[in-house]
Antibody, heavy 124, light 106 residues
Framework: QVQLVQSGAEVKKPGASVKVSCKAS????????MHWVRQAPGQRLEWMGW????????KYSQKFQGRVTITRDTSASTAYMELSSLRSEDTAVYYC?????????????????WGQGTMVTVSS | SYELTQPPSVSVSPGQTARITCSGD??????AYWYQQKPGQAPVLVIY???ERPSGIPERFSGSSSGTTVTLTISGVQAEDEADYYC?????????FGGGTKLTVL
């Protein structure tokens, strides 16, 4: 079945970087974009950016521009999100979610499948 | 980018109808999407393109749009519908989520 499986929880010190992976299965990886959304404890969903898995083009939220890098490995059907210069406010659950970009996009621009989330804790 | 505004909370008794609104200036031009999120779980798409319902989502969930406001309606609310609900839209530069609405089933 279609699923996104993310890497495990991380604990990082302030100033460090974290790289979270999102492995896709059950669909054509390059026909979708992969977005990254985070949620701090008790807070709203916050969009970070996305990568077109087909051509590798990326777009980032202005808030994270310069600190976030989203990449993909088509041979492994895996997307990655790296966040640098971590601070305590970056403590959150990080989700990947796919959006259709190729062929008939039945759900439009909806995030129709989500990963299970990766908890990133930033603490000294 | 723009903002999407939701009420922080809505409370209803079982069997009643819950309506959750989402307002934003870009909504007349862009589709809205709705997600349900239960504690400790990833969000789940419940409405796409303003009013379409994915397969597997109960018929009691519906969506509508009027001007700058979209509305998620849950008819005959059940205890299992208690969750946070987020609206979402996008323009050419960014994806935006509303602040979320906590639905409490009394």
């Amino acid at each position: 079945q279609v699923q996104l499986v993310q890497s495990g929880a991380e604990v990082k010190k302030p100033g460090a970087s974290v790289k979270v992976s999102c492995k896709a299965s059950g669909y054509t990886f390059t026909s979708y974009a992969m977005h990254w959304v985070r949620q701090a404890p008790g807070q709203r969903l916050e969009w970070m950016g996305w990568i077109n898995a087909g051509n590798g083009n990326t777009k980032y939220s202005q808030k994270f521009q310069g600190r976030v890098t989203i990449t993909r490995d088509t041979s492994a059907s895996t997307a990655y999100m790296e966040l640098s210069s971590l601070r305590s406010e970056d403590t959150a659950v990080y989700y990947c979610a796919r959006v259709c970009t190729g062929g008939v996009c039945y759900f439009g621009d909806a995030f129709d499948i989500w990963g299970q989330g990766t908890m990133v804790t930033v603490s000294s | 980018s723009y903002e999407l505004t939701q009420p922080p909370s809505v409370s209803v008794s079982p069997g009643q109808t819950a309506r959750i609104t989402c307002s934003g200036d870009a909504l007349p031009k862009q589709y809205a999407y709705w997600y349900q999120q239960k504690p400790g779980q990833a969000p789940v798409l419940v409405i796409y393109k303003d009013s379409e319902r994915p397969s597997g989502i109960p018929e009691r969930f519906s969506g509508s749009s009027s001007g700058t406001t979209v509305t998620l309606t849950i008819s005959g609310v059940q205890a299992e519908d208690e969750a946070d609900y987020y609206c979402q839209s996008a323009d050419s530069s960014a994806v935006v989520f509303g602040g979320g609405t906590k639905l409490t089933v009394l």
